[in-house]
């Protein structure tokens, strides 16, 4: 299951180079003007689980395989994008590709760097974005509501459309779609104010441990919870060292983690993912699924004919393979359970399929 974050953002604002950082590649242009990035650029960056390596070792693991999650480098978008500004429409196109939007955010002062405003304002600058995503959502609804496209959109699909358009046009909280209408119905919807959303607050080295007035500004209107304090600069410089020089760096500037773990994690979280395990003397791997995936979808993720063909599941938890050592002494101590079709997997569950091919 592939899962993509698009990283938008105003122009200069250091989208490039935290992909370059995401993705420990110079594969995105960084440069000092606006739109040097056109095309957008796909990074498949593995998501960090210590939980991978224990597992491993017990059941003596010839290869560790990561799950992943793709990141985008998207453009820098301007005011006017909706309307063809910049290099909007082809941008905001896509923008509708990715599951979850990543705001780069410029919370720095600098005179080298060009700012396409004249002052340094977090605030704003989101909501310019937001304010061209519901602007595109707009024209994308009204087109789709005009009499001759109706007969095209079903009955849900009009509801939310109906719904979204009374929202955007009367400045309600779009987001209270969610409480009435299932995720995969919101996502037909292709609506891009709808999309989960994480806010990244490009600071500078200074300001990396404990941020600065832009992003304590930014954090009390937004809060902490879909928000990271990153310097992407500094996410670059991190990823060139070998581990004992990492270690003593982040030390130095009081970094308990990597930004960019941080990142991948909530990133992972706010699409509301879970990961399942398999493990034996080939491999251990990681698997992505959605929160509340039942046993043959999960299945269904190492291979169609498992979920076509499946009978049941081996399963242990993380903690019960962990204490157990593997899976004979886990199914010897009563710590393996058989589950059926109904099952919904749980987050670190170690689990062989039984199938019919």
């Known amino acids: 299951m ?51 390596k224990n597992l491993a070792q017990i059941s003596k693991s010839k ?4 799950t992943t999650i793709s990141f985008v480098d998207i453009a820098g978008l301007v005011k006017g994008a909706s309307k063809g500004e910049g290099l909007g429409n082809k941008f905001l196109s896509h923008i509708r590709e990715v599951d979850a939007i990543i705001h780069m955010i410029r919370c720095f002062d600098s005179e080298d760097i060009q700012n396409v405003n004249s002052t340094i304002d977090p605030i704003r600058d989101l909501e310019i ?82 941020g600065n007035n832009y992003t304590k ?61 398999t493990s034996g003397p080939e491999e251990t791997r990681a698997w992505t699924i959605q929160k509340k995936c039942t046993a043959p979808k999960a299945a269904g993720e190492i291979h169609t004919d498992f979920e076509k063909g499946f009978i049941r599941a081996e399963t242990i938890s993380y903690v019960d393979f962990i204490s157990n050592d593997g899976w004979i002494s886990s199914k010897t101590n009563g710590k393996m359970r058989l589950e059926g079709k109904d099952y919904i997997v749980k987050d670190g569950d170690v689990l062989n399929f039984r199938f019919n091919t």
């Open 129 to 210: 974005i937001e304010t061209e995503m519901m602007l595109a959502d707009l024209e994308s609804i009204q087109k789709r509501l005009e009499k001759n496209n109706k007969r095209n959109v079903d009955e849900d699909q009009l509801k939310i459309l109906k719904i979204a358009l009374d929202c955007i046009n009367n400045n309600k909280d779009i987001s209270t779609l969610k409480n009435d209408f299932s995720k995969k119905l919101l996502n037909q919807s292709g609506l891009l104010s709808l999309k989960p959303k994480i806010f990244v607050c490009n600071v500078d080295e200074q300001s990396v441990a404990s």
């Open 63 to 66: 290869k560790i395989i990561n």
């Open 217 to 277: 500004k930014f954090i009390d209107k937004f809060g902490y919870e879909k928000t990271l304090i990153v310097s992407a600069d500094i996410e670059n410089q991190i990823n060139e060292l070998d581990l004992i020089e990492k270690k003593n760096y982040m030390e130095m500037i009081g970094l308990k983690e990597t930004g960019l773990n941080l990142l991948i994690q909530k990133g992972y979280n706010i699409l509301e993912l879970d990961t399942f395990f």
């Open 2 to 52: 592939s899962f993509k974050c698009g990283i938008v953002g105003l122009p200069n604002v250091g989208k490039s180079t935290l992909f370059n950082a995401l993705t420990n590649s110079s594969k995105a242009q960084a440069a000092n003007f606006p739109f040097c990035t056109i095309d957008p650029n796909v990074g498949v960056v593995p998501v960090p689980d210590k939980r991978l």
